[in-house]
């Protein structure tokens, strides 16, 4: 091997550490990038030249040469976050945005939304994932849009409750007894606040009419046999347009009755809607239900619940229904399934839309292309959507961000290795040099 030789192979090794170290720097200096991947600069031998000897073939390195520089795709520390559109990914994928034309990956989940309420990168680059209509979630991918919009009234067709009667002792009063206000529940005498006082249970639940204007029903129990509770849904008067009403007096909107067994559970329920003609102002006629956990048509069990089990005094367990008034977008709020949640000023949450994760089958294979972005390739295969938390897709986390995958203490070892072999090489020139000086003296 000449000495020219032995410059090239020395020449050879610097190249390959001064590679080395443009790598680690590029690590370094992205050590606070969100989501970036560290390089990791792979080096091989070039072909050695051959001689044949007498001992057979013999072969002489020629140094080494910069193979490939390969992402690190492990997972990132994750960080809270102040801001509720940013999202990191907790396991594998990407998160796939377009420029219009093309589409890039990334694992950089720093997001807002733009002027038409679109989800883009800092860059502009637009989020892709499934849209939403009405809370039901589109199966197709396109460029994620959150509606901002407030959210329109919704008035009370269901009211479910959940009861514990403590059963009374004989004599039984009827639902309308010398006891309590003489007259009907029409609105013109019977004085809603001590009617349902002089009941043996009453609940009360804020509804919705279509105009989103809250009102107070009250639903009033009494017991009027061994196992027989009648029972009716009350409003006051003086919010409706009934001719000759009364303020604070009772009307009712529905009655009924609820047959229970020898052991306290519900068998039987009846349930009519008042004949009476009324609305409050402004909004439609009022025709709700009343769910106690029976259907009153078919006898199926319901959502409700209501027994006769109860000890000491008569309970009301839980009251839901399901209107509400109009609602301002207050915050937005990402769920591990990726899905964006909006919460509104009226209590309501609604999905908005949901992430779309991108994997690959060899996302080793994706080429970096600046801005925290990657662009697939022959090499990576194409990307396969799909929603967080399937497949092997990883889960989303809001309000918190990936970190960079660059661990410091490492790059500085990398970094003394690569600068000791940069300086040997150094050396392995110089020598070859000074020998080169040698041999010239010598002619």
Same mark, same amino acid.
């Given at each position: 091997?000449?000495?020219?030789?032995?410059?090239?192979?020395?020449?050879?090794?610097?190249?390959?550490?001064?590679?080395?170290?443009?790598?680690?720097?590029?690590?370094?200096?992205?050590?606070?990038?969100?989501?970036?991947?560290?390089?990791? !600069?792979?080096?091989?031998?070039?072909?050695?030249?051959?001689?044949?000897?007498?001992?057979?073939?013999?072969?002489?390195?020629?140094?080494?040469?910069?193979?490939?520089?390969?992402?690190?795709?492990?997972?990132?520390?994750?960080?809270?976050?102040?801001?509720?559109?940013?999202?990191?990914?907790? &396991?594998?994928?990407?998160?796939?945005?377009?420029?219009?034309?093309?589409?890039?990956?990334?694992?950089? $989940?720093?997001?807002?939304?733009?002027?038409?309420?679109?989800?883009?990168?800092?860059? $502009?680059?637009?989020?892709?994932?499934?849209?939403?209509?009405?809370?039901?979630?589109?199966?197709?991918?396109?460029?994620?849009?959150?509606?901002?919009?407030?959210?329109?009234?919704?008035?009370?067709?269901?009211?479910?409750?959940?009861?514990?009667?403590?059963?009374?002792?004989?004599?039984?009063?009827?639902?309308?007894?010398?006891?309590?206000?003489?007259?009907?529940?029409?609105?013109?005498?019977?004085?809603?606040?001590?009617?349902?006082?002089?009941?043996?249970?009453?609940?009360?639940?804020?509804?919705? %009419?279509?105009?989103?204007?809250?009102?107070? !029903?009250?639903?009033?129990?009494?017991?009027?046999?061994?196992?027989?509770?009648?029972?009716?849904? /009350?409003? %006051?008067?003086?919010?409706?347009?009934? !001719? $000759?009403?009364?303020?604070?007096?009772?009307?009712?909107?529905?009655?009924?009755?609820?047959?229970?067994?020898?052991?306290?559970?519900?068998?039987?329920?009846?349930?009519?809607?008042?004949?009476?003609?009324?609305?409050?102002? $402004?909004?439609?006629?009022?025709?709700?239900?009343?769910?106690?956990?029976? %259907?009153?048509?078919?006898?199926?069990?319901?959502?409700?619940?209501?027994?006769?089990?109860?000890?000491?005094?008569?309970?009301?367990?839980?009251?839901?229904?399901?209107?509400?008034?109009?609602?301002?977008?207050?915050?937005?709020?990402?769920?591990?399934?990726?899905?964006?949640?909006?919460?509104?000023?009226?209590?309501?949450?609604?999905?908005?839309?949901?992430?779309?994760?991108?994997?690959?089958?060899?996302?080793?294979?994706?080429?970096?292309?600046?801005?925290?972005?990657?662009?697939?390739?022959?090499?990576?295969?194409?990307?396969? /959507?799909?929603?967080? &938390?399937?497949?092997?897709?990883?889960?989303?986390?809001?309000?918190?961000?990936?970190?960079?995958?660059?661990?410091?203490?490492?790059?500085?070892?990398?970094?003394?290795?690569?600068?000791?072999?940069?300086?040997?090489? !150094?050396?392995?020139?110089?020598?070859?040099?000074?020998?080169?000086?040698?041999?010239?003296?010598?002619?």
């Amino acid at each position: 091997m000449s000495l020219f030789n032995t410059l090239q192979t020395g020449a050879s090794g610097l190249g390959v550490s001064g590679a080395s170290l443009g790598v680690i720097g590029d690590n370094i200096a992205n050590l606070n990038t969100t989501g970036f991947k560290r390089g990791r !600069a792979n080096f091989a031998d070039m072909i050695p030249g051959g001689t044949f000897g007498l001992a057979g073939p013999q072969q002489v390195g020629r140094g080494a040469m910069l193979n490939n520089i390969s992402t690190q795709m492990s997972q990132g520390a994750l960080s809270a976050s102040g801001s509720s559109l940013d999202i990191a990914i907790n &396991g594998s994928g990407f998160f796939q945005v377009s420029s219009g034309s093309e589409s890039f990956y990334t694992r950089d $989940g720093v997001f807002g939304l733009d002027a038409e309420g679109f989800m883009t990168t800092p860059s $502009g680059y637009r989020l892709q994932g499934y849209g939403a209509e009405d809370g039901v979630v589109s199966p197709v991918v396109g460029d994620l849009h959150i509606d901002q919009r407030p959210i329109p009234p919704q008035v009370t067709e269901d009211i479910t409750l959940s009861l514990s009667f403590a059963p009374q002792e004989a004599p039984y009063e009827t639902f309308l007894s010398d006891a309590q206000t003489a007259g009907t529940l029409d609105g013109t005498g019977v004085d809603l606040d001590t009617f349902a006082a002089d009941m043996d249970h009453s609940t009360s639940v804020t509804v919705y %009419d279509s105009m989103g204007q809250p009102h107070d !029903a009250v639903v009033v129990f009494e017991q009027t046999g061994p196992n027989d509770w009648s029972y009716s849904m /009350l409003i %006051d008067a003086g919010e409706t347009d009934v !001719a $000759g009403a009364v303020d604070g007096a009772a009307l009712e909107v529905m009655s009924g009755t609820m047959t229970f067994d020898t052991e306290g559970q519900l068998s039987g329920v009846t349930q009519a809607l008042s004949g009476a003609a009324w609305s409050w102002p $402004g909004a439609d006629p009022w025709t709700p239900s009343l769910d106690l956990g029976l %259907d009153p048509v078919t006898g199926d069990a319901t959502d409700g619940a209501a027994n006769a089990t109860g000890n000491g005094e008569s309970a009301t367990l839980s009251v839901s229904q399901d209107g509400y008034a109009q609602g301002n977008l207050d915050n937005l709020q990402v769920d591990e399934d990726g899905n964006i949640l909006g919460r509104y000023t009226n209590g309501e949450e609604i999905v908005l839309g949901q992430l779309a994760i991108a994997t690959f089958d060899a996302e080793g294979g994706l080429e970096r292309s600046g801005g925290n972005l990657f662009r697939a390739t022959l090499a990576s295969g194409d990307p396969a /959507l799909g929603v967080p &938390g399937s497949g092997t897709r990883g889960s989303t986390l809001g309000y918190a961000l990936e970190r960079s995958n660059v661990d410091l203490e490492d790059e500085f070892v990398d970094m003394i290795q690569a600068q000791r072999s940069y300086q040997a090489n !150094a050396g392995v020139v110089s020598t070859a040099d000074e020998t080169l000086q040698e041999l010239v003296q010598l002619v």
